[in-house]
């Protein structure tokens, strides 16, 4: 079974700085899918960013960009130049085969 | 466009009773998802429905959970009897195809059973 583990419940950043996000993942596919979402307090998931396990070029997204593993079976979020609307849950998800995994969340706070 | 319409937002009923969540997905997408988050872990799928027919419901309560589409558009999640550990944000997700990476989520409903 995928699991998907994201080892910091809670990451404060100051406004305007970088912060990194970690995520770890256990497969035996080579072929999936990772996803970034975020959760605001309004509950509705919003899609930040994808990857694809066969790129080896790790996605970007404006101020948003990943850093993928595959053999470590990491993919961490950064989010540069932080925003007060950035402040969420931040939820790392797996798919393969039409099935979202998603891991526990990190909490992200922006201090202004 | 409009989004992923779910109602309602919030419910409280005690325990052993029943409760129905309805979800709109986007028109015209095909996959329908219902997922479980419990507070303070991530969504986890309920079922997974292509038009009118279930792909996937192997971590759906089916003792107490029922789930239909029937006319491959709107659909409803229901819990009878409702117990305490169902307290839990209900998500409606809805995606064009089976094969879309991508999957629109609604607000949630959330409920408290007490």
């Known amino acids: 079974a995928q699991t998907v583990t994201q080892s910091q419940p809670e990451m404060s950043v100051q406004e305007a700085e970088t912060v990194t996000l970690s995520c770890t993942y256990d497969?035996?596919?080579?072929?999936?899918?990772l996803f970034w979402y975020k959760q605001p307090p309004s509950r509705q998931m919003i899609l930040v960013i994808r990857?694809?396990?066969?790129?080896?070029q790790n996605a970007t997204e404006n101020r948003f960009s990943v850093n993928f593993q595959k053999a470590a079976k990491s993919f961490s979020l950064k989010i540069s130049d932080s925003q007060l609307g950035d402040a969420a849950m931040y939820f790392c998800?797996?798919?393969?085969?039409?099935?979202?995994?998603f891991g526990q969340g990190t909490r992200l706070t922006i201090n202004p | 466009e409009a989004g992923v319409a779910q109602s309602p937002r919030y419910k409280i009923i005690e325990k052993r009773q029943s409760v129905a969540f309805w979800c709109n997905p986007i028109?015209?997408?095909?996959?329908l998802y219902w997922y479980q988050q419990i507070l303070g872990q991530g969504p986890k799928l309920l079922i997974q429905?292509?038009?009118?027919?279930?792909?996937?419901d192997s971590q759906l309560p089916k003792d107490r959970f029922s789930a239909e589409r029937l006319k491959g558009v709107d659909s409803t999640l229901k819990i009878q009897p409702a117990k305490l550990e169902d307290s839990a944000v209900y998500l409606c997700?809805?995606?064009?195809?089976?094969?879309?990476?991508?999957?629109?989520f609604g607000p949630g409903t959330r409920l408290t059973v007490t």
């Open positions: 997700a809805s995606s064009l195809t089976l094969s879309s990476y991508e999957q629109y």
């Open positions: 028109s015209g997408h095909a996959t």
């Open positions: 998800a797996y798919r393969r085969a039409q099935k979202l995994v």
């Open positions: 990857q694809e396990a066969y790129k080896q």
């Open positions: 429905f292509q038009n009118n027919g279930v792909v996937d």
């Open positions: 497969t035996s596919e080579s072929d999936y899918y």
